[in-house]
C-alpha cells in the first residue's frame, strides 16, 4: 500500500492532500492511489466523480507538510566494558551512541561531544560526517583520539559522569542532549528503548551503531 508519512514536530503523523488517517499512519485515500497522481499536492483532486468516498478529512494545508527537522540524541553508552564491544585496537573501551530521531539529515561538522562543561569541543566529528533520519553513529570514548576519527578525548566514568552533545560548541553551543549518570553497573549499555524515545533500559544487549533492544 502507498503510505504517505508526514511528520510534525510534535512526532505525529500529519495528512496532506489526498491522503486520510488509517490509525496512527496516513495512507493514501482511495482516489488517490493511482500512482499517475501521486504527488499532486495542489490540486484538490475531489473532481474525478467517486462521490462516496468522500473520505476528504479537512486537508487545509495544500503545500505538504515539511518532514520533522532533525533531532540527535545520545541514544545508548557504555561506561564499563571489559567483555562486551572492542575497537580497530583491540581494546575493550567505553563508547556512546548518537541516534538522529528526526526526519531530516543532519551535518554532524559542528557537532560535539563532550563530558566537561568547560569545554564543550572536546569531541568534535570528522569533516564532513552527517547523520540521516533514523540512522546511528557511535564513538568510542577511550580518551585516545590517535585511534581514529572515531576515538573521543575522553572517558565514561561508571561511577557517574555526564555528558553534553552540542551544536555549534564555540559559538550558540546549542544544547542537543544531555545525559547525567551515577553507579552505572558494568557490561551493560544504558540504552533509549525504543531509540531516541525519553525511556532508558539498562540492557547486556548492547548495540552499538544499531537499534537499540531491551
Ligand atoms: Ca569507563
Ligand atoms: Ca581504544
Ligand atoms: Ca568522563
Ligand atoms: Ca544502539
Redesign the pocket.
Known sequence: MLALMLACAEGRYLCGPGTQVEGDWCVASEDTRDPANTDDTGTESDADGDTDADTDTDTDTDTGEEPEPARLVINEFM??NDTKVYDEASEYD?WLEIYNAGGQPMALDDVSLTDDTATLDLYTFPAGSSLGPGEWIFVWCDQTPDQGGNHANF????AGDRVLLVRDPLGSAEVLDDVEWTDMAAEVAAARYPDGSDDWVITENVTPGAANGE
Open positions: 561506561a564499563s567505553d572517558t565514561l566514568q561508571s
